[in-house]
């Protein structure tokens, strides 16, 4: 682990990671949420003891994107204010969204973690979504950076927020971590825990047959600012959308803000891996990815 000066890192548990996407506000079995929540505490430990804090963002998963496509709430409602099924969408899915968030603050809890959760839609309302600029997440980072001053881990989720340009909208856990790796200078590691060990040349949902040859893991990804201008990845990532509804990107989402990250003043490393492995657990705690072995993860990092 990192000795040297205080270092921060978030975590980002993905929504098919700690729910059932194919179900509707269901939330991932007990037992596979339990191991994923018990490395979390075993960092949060590790990392306090050595001087380091975390930041934690979860995604909605089943308690978002479903009601989200139902109500069309990533467009919005494009007008002074909403309609009937506007009123009932934007409710619904923030009684959804705060049911997931009780239910993992509550486990995160239980496991002696001082949480606090900081729902985006209480600090920020968007300028046509990911069009909004950083000065507007000033004031979600300040509120971040507050709870960190007193010990707490701040608990951040995807959320349906209120949109200057859409009337609302929906903004994704990956915006919020880029625009808080921007702001907070000790933010050092981005993690996206989900429920495939990193990306593949082919997404292995779509195309579960094909071997290790055919379809393998990437197990590295350089980013140039120059690449970063023309940010979509040239990998074949797709998201099977009739499957499972994701209406912030999925993984091609992922890889488009994680290459973001990386190019932050900071010079940080983000990770992409899966929520039961030994990877996931080590890069929580801040070990070294350069260790010559092709581990079951991706980074993603800048070209040096």
């Not at 929504?15 to 179900?23: C, E, H, L």
């Not at 859409?166 to 989900?194: H, N, W």
């Not at 980013?223 to 209406?247: G, K, M, R, S």
């Amino acid at each position: 682990m990192v000795k040297d000066n205080k270092h921060i890192i978030i975590i980002k548990l993905g929504g098919a990671a700690i729910s059932n996407k194919k179900a509707i506000c269901e939330l991932a079995p007990e037992n596979e949420l339990s191991i994923l929540l018990n490395k979390i505490a075993i960092a949060y430990q590790a990392l306090k003891a050595a001087g380091h804090q975390v930041i934690l963002v979860h995604g909605a998963g089943s308690f978002g994107h479903p009601q989200a496509v139902k109500y069309n709430l990533k467009k919005g409602w494009k007008a002074p204010t909403p309609n009937e099924e506007y009123l009932k969408g934007f409710s619904h899915i923030r009684s959804c969204l705060q049911l997931l968030n009780y239910n993992i603050i509550d486990r995160l809890e239980s496991r002696n973690i001082p949480v606090l959760s900081l729902p985006p839609i209480h600090c920020i309302e968007t300028e046509d979504c990911e069009e909004t600029q950083t000065e507007e997440f000033v004031r979600m980072a300040e509120q971040v950076q507050k709870y960190l001053s007193l010990g707490f881990v701040p608990v951040l989720h995807g959320d349906a927020v209120l949109d200057r340009v859409r009337g609302c909208t929906i903004l994704s856990g990956d915006i919020v971590m880029y625009q808080l790796a921007k702001l907070i200078p000790e933010i050092c590691r981005c993690i996206f825990i989900t429920d495939v060990y990193g990306v593949y040349q082919s997404d292995p949902k779509i195309q579960p047959v094909l071997s290790e040859i055919d379809n393998p893991l990437i197990h590295l990804i350089r980013v140039t600012a120059v690449e970063n201008t023309n940010i979509q990845t040239q990998l074949n990532v797709t998201d099977n959308e009739t499957v499972v509804a994701d209406v912030t990107g999925g993984m091609q989402g992922k890889i488009k803000w994680a290459k973001r990250m990386a190019l932050v003043e900071q010079d940080l490393d983000v990770i992409i891996c899966r929520w039961d492995t030994e990877e996931a657990l080590d890069m929580m705690t801040l070990k070294d990815w350069k260790d010559g072995e092709k581990r079951l993860m991706t980074v993603i990092t800048r070209e040096s």
